[in-house]
């Protein structure tokens, strides 16, 4: 299986400031398409997980442009122009090149 | 709307049986591949497994802590994914979502999650 490795696992923040959250596999997540097979989640307290970028840097649909993501081969990263208090949760990478699917550990934003 | 409504959980004791349903609508049920994601008290998310539709194979792939115990089906004349849960182990409490992709153009991210139903093993 491949495996996932976030960091940091804890991302406190100050409101405004901006935050990066690293995801790194054991292999490539380049497909023959040509599109990367990484995919973040937001999950709020209390709440099922939500997309937020898909195929490394598209943002899903109603997702604020302050949050984007980049990376290519192994190394990705998902980036928050300016924190607000409503992005505190776990935010979560998934590959999904190769069954079974596999998620990172989890980073924990909190508000400072 | 796309809606996912898990339903069965419960609590059992270690090596018993459990089937989880997921009832799906909003969308075209035949064609999405159906996923199970669950996640333990305090902990991190792990897929379970995923169903392709019966159009691209039908096939079912499991993670391993939970293959040849754990089956995933699916009815699309009733528009329901199931999970049956054989030889439950305490390690597997946790609550379980379905999950799939709708709107995004690749299966492997899921844009709909359910609310999850809550499975707890103990003796």
């Known amino acids: 299986d491949i495996v996932m490795t976030q960091s940091p696992l804890s991302l406190p923040v100050t409101p405004g400031e901006p935050a990066s959250i690293s995801c790194r596999s054991s292999?490539?997540?380049?497909?023959?398409?040509?599109?990367?097979?990484l995919h973040w989640y937001l999950q709020k307290p209390g709440q099922s997980p939500q997309l937020l970028i898909y195929?490394?840097?598209n943002r899903a649909s109603g997702v604020p442009d302050r949050f984007s993501g980049s990376g290519s081969g192994t190394d990705f990263a998902l980036r928050i122009s300016r924190v607000e208090a409503e992005d505190v949760g776990v935010y979560y990478c998934?590959?999904?090149?190769?069954?079974?699917?596999?998620f990172g550990q989890g980073t924990k934003l909190e508000i400072k | 709307e796309v809606q996912l409504v898990e339903s069965g959980g419960g609590l059992v004791k270690p090596g018993e049986s459990l089937r989880l349903s997921c009832k799906a609508s909003?969308?075209?049920?035949?064609?999405?591949?159906m996923n199970w994601v669950r996640q333990a008290p305090g902990r991190g998310l792990e897929l379970v497994g995923r169903?392709?539709?019966?159009?691209?194979?039908?096939?079912?792939d499991s993670a391993t802590p939970v293959k040849g115990r754990f089956t995933i089906s699916r009815d699309d004349s009733e528009n329901t994914l199931y999970l049956q849960m054989d030889s439950l182990k305490t390690e597997d409490t946790a609550l379980y979502y379905c999950?799939?992709?709708?709107?995004?153009?690749?299966?492997?991210?899921?844009?709909?999650w359910g609310q999850g139903t809550m499975v707890t093993v103990s003796s």
């Open positions: 169903i392709k539709s019966k159009t691209d194979g039908g096939t079912a």
């Open positions: 998934i590959q999904g090149l190769q069954a079974p699917y596999t």
């Open positions: 195929w490394g840097s």
């Open positions: 999950a799939t992709a709708v709107v995004v153009s690749t299966r492997s991210a899921f844009d709909f």
């Open positions: 292999q490539s997540l380049l497909n023959s398409n040509g599109y990367h097979y």
């Open positions: 909003g969308f075209t049920f035949s064609k999405a591949w």
